[in-house]
């Protein structure tokens, strides 16, 4: 729960304060936005800003949201689904942090989320995660660590960013990761980035067309002599 505390600082979901040089947020602050041929901005915000992307990301969460789950205990298929997937945080219910995590890994190419533990009564000496509290990719960057005593990379930890500036990192036992598609291990690619140039003209279109309009380019009258 100390972890807890700190990462809500004072703002619950507050992680959109100062980034580390990797976040795709800082890049695409420093640039205004990864600007395409077109010379529009590409950021999350300005591509959910056009219509066919908006369409797509909503009923791509929308859809899996939407999804029933369950966990059958394998030798009598009785319904043995935890709370956890049922009720993941005290503010969601599962469709909306479905729906959430959905949005995080399409658009940014990563959903993470902080482990709530609690420890379990009785004779089992373990702890269960009981909620998920979702992070800002932006304020989080995975890294692979070599153990103690390992040649090979065998953790992922994360560097996360606090809204006071501090910087704290956690293991894979306390964030849950879900990447997207990627090519190194580590993270996934951001939608918005990879599709700079045909989200860019679509931008830059709708852009044209509304000063076209807007200004009162086509007449709505004609001079005959």
């Known amino acids: 729960m100390p972890v807890l505390r700190r990462l809500l600082g004072e703002r619950r979901a507050g992680l959109e ?40 990301i909503n009923v791509l969460a929308g859809t899996i949201s939407s999804l029933e789950i369950h966990a059958l205990r394998e030798k009598d298929n009785q319904d043995v689904t935890p709370k956890l997937l049922r009720e993941p945080h005290p503010l969601y219910t599962w469709e909306e942090w479905i729906s959430l995590a959905m949005v995080h890994r399409v658009i940014h190419g990563d959903s993470f989320a902080l482990k709530v533990e609690q420890p379990l009564t009785g004779d089992e000496a373990s702890n269960r995660v009981t909620r998920l509290f979702p992070l800002h990719p932006g304020a989080v960057t995975p890294e692979l660590a070599v153990e103690k ?24 036992g306390e964030v849950l990761h879900v990447p997207g598609l990627g090519y190194d291990g580590v993270r996934g690619l951001p939608v918005n980035q990879l599709l700079k140039e045909p989200l860019g003209t679509a931008l830059a279109t709708d852009k044209y067309a509304g000063k076209f309009w807007g200004a009162g380019t086509l007449s709505s009258w004609f001079l005959k002599t």
């Open 149 to 172: 005593g390992k040649r090979f990379p065998s953790l992922k930890l994360f560097k996360i960013r606090l809204v006071s500036g501090e910087e704290i990192t956690l293991t894979d």
């Open 17 to 56: 304060g100062p980034q580390p040089l990797t976040s795709s947020a800082l890049v695409s602050w420093l640039t205004a936005g990864l600007k395409g041929g077109a010379g529009v901005p590409v950021t999350p915000q300005t591509a959910l800003g056009q219509a066919a992307f908006w369409r797509a």
